[in-house]
C-alpha cells in the first residue's frame, strides 16, 4: 500500500484506498473536468469533497497541496518518476492525465499541440471571461450600477461563442477526435445555464454550440463525472 503521508492534506481527507489517484474537487465547471476525464480514461479514482468555503480551500491541509487554494487537485500515488505527484490546475492536470492514459491527447504531435492548444483558449478565454460575467450578472457584481463591467464580460463571451460556432461548423468535437479540449470547453459551455446567461449571450441562437454541448452531456462518463465529488454526500 502507497504511503502517502508525506502529503499533509491527506490528514484531514483521508484516503481509503491510497494505491489510486486522489482527487480533491467540487463539481464546478473546473472540478469536474477532472472527474470527467478520468472517467473517459478509466483511470481509478478516489474522490474527496472539498468545498468553496475558507474553511476548506483554504485550510492549511489543502494549500499544502495547492497553494493557489482553487479545487481541483490530485495525488497520483504512481508518478511518473517513480514517486508520489501532487498536481494542481485543470488545465496541467488534464494534460497529465492524457499523457498518463495515452488517451485524449491525439495520435500525433501535430492533434496533441492542437488539443493542448483548444484546452489553453479555454483556460485563458473561456473559463475566466465567463467566469467573471457570472460574477456580474448573477452575484455579488450584480448590485454595481454602472453597468460596463457587466456589459464587458457579456460581450467578450459573445466573441468567445462565435469563435466556437465557426469553429464547429462541420465537426462533431473541437479538435478532431473526442480529446481533453473537449473536457476543458464543455462544462464552461453548461455554467451558463447556472448564470443565466444563456438569453443574454444569444446561446440558443447559434446552431454548433448547443449541439455540440448536447453531444458531451449525452456521454455515459460525462454523465457519471458531473457530480463527482457528490456535494450531497
Same mark, same amino acid.
Given at each position: 500500500?502507497?504511503?502517502? @503521508?508525506?502529503?499533509? #492534506?491527506?490528514?484531514?481527507?483521508?484516503?481509503?484506498?491510497?494505491?489510486?489517484?486522489?482527487?480533491?474537487?467540487?463539481?464546478?465547471?473546473?472540478?469536474?473536468?477532472?472527474?470527467?476525464?478520468?472517467?473517459?480514461?478509466?483511470?481509478?479514482?478516489?474522490?474527496?469533497?472539498?468545498?468553496?468555503?475558507?474553511?476548506?480551500? $483554504?485550510?492549511?491541509? !489543502?494549500? @499544502?497541496?495547492?497553494?493557489?487554494?482553487? #479545487?481541483?487537485?490530485?495525488?497520483?500515488? *504512481?508518478?511518473?518518476?517513480?514517486?508520489?505527484?501532487?498536481?494542481?490546475? &485543470?488545465?496541467?492536470?488534464?494534460?497529465?492525465?492524457?499523457?498518463?492514459? =495515452?488517451?485524449?491527447? =491525439?495520435?500525433?504531435?501535430?492533434?496533441?499541440?492542437?488539443?493542448?492548444?483548444?484546452?489553453?483558449?479555454?483556460?485563458?478565454?473561456?473559463?475566466?471571461? !465567463? =467566469?467573471?460575467?457570472?460574477?456580474?450578472?448573477? !452575484?455579488?457584481? &450584480?448590485? #454595481?450600477?454602472?453597468?460596463?463591467?457587466?456589459?464587458?464580460?457579456?460581450?467578450?463571451?459573445?466573441?468567445?461563442?462565435?469563435?466556437?460556432?465557426?469553429?464547429?461548423?462541420?465537426?462533431?468535437?473541437?479538435?478532431?477526435?473526442? &480529446?481533453?479540449?473537449?473536457?476543458?470547453?464543455?462544462?464552461?459551455? @453548461?455554467?451558463?445555464?447556472?448564470?443565466?446567461?444563456?438569453?443574454?449571450?444569444? !446561446?440558443?441562437?447559434?446552431? *454548433?454550440?448547443?449541439?455540440?454541448?448536447?453531444?458531451?452531456?449525452?456521454?455515459?462518463?460525462?454523465? $457519471?463525472?458531473?457530480?463527482?465529488?457528490?456535494?450531497?454526500?
Amino acid at each position: 500500500m502507497t504511503d502517502l @503521508s508525506n502529503f499533509p #492534506i491527506t490528514a484531514r481527507w483521508a484516503p481509503q484506498n491510497p494505491d489510486v489517484i486522489q482527487l480533491y474537487s467540487y463539481p464546478t465547471p473546473n472540478g469536474v473536468k477532472v472527474s470527467i476525464a478520468l472517467e473517459e480514461m478509466g483511470l481509478a479514482y478516489e474522490p474527496h469533497l472539498v468545498t468553496l468555503s475558507d474553511a476548506d480551500v $483554504k485550510s492549511d491541509a !489543502f494549500l @499544502s497541496l495547492n497553494p493557489n487554494n482553487k #479545487i481541483p487537485a490530485i495525488i497520483d500515488p *504512481n508518478g511518473p518518476d517513480g514517486a508520489p505527484l501532487g498536481l494542481f490546475e &485543470s488545465g496541467a492536470i488534464l494534460i497529465y492525465l492524457a499523457e498518463k492514459s =495515452g488517451k485524449l491527447l =491525439g495520435k500525433t504531435a501535430s492533434e496533441k499541440a492542437k488539443i493542448i492548444q483548444w484546452v489553453m483558449f479555454q483556460m485563458g478565454g473561456l473559463g475566466p471571461m !465567463f =467566469g467573471q460575467m457570472g460574477y456580474f450578472v448573477k !452575484f455579488a457584481g &450584480s448590485e #454595481i450600477e454602472d453597468p460596463r463591467p457587466r456589459q464587458r464580460y457579456i460581450d467578450e463571451a459573445k466573441r468567445l461563442l462565435a469563435v466556437l460556432e465557426k469553429e464547429l461548423d462541420g465537426k462533431d468535437w473541437i479538435a478532431g477526435d473526442f &480529446s481533453i479540449a473537449d473536457i476543458a470547453i464543455a462544462p464552461w459551455l @453548461s455554467a451558463l445555464e447556472f448564470y443565466g446567461t444563456k438569453g443574454v449571450v444569444g !446561446f440558443n441562437d447559434l446552431t *454548433n454550440v448547443p449541439a455540440y454541448l448536447d453531444r458531451f452531456m449525452a456521454r455515459p462518463a460525462v454523465e $457519471k463525472g458531473k457530480t463527482i465529488p457528490d456535494p450531497k454526500g
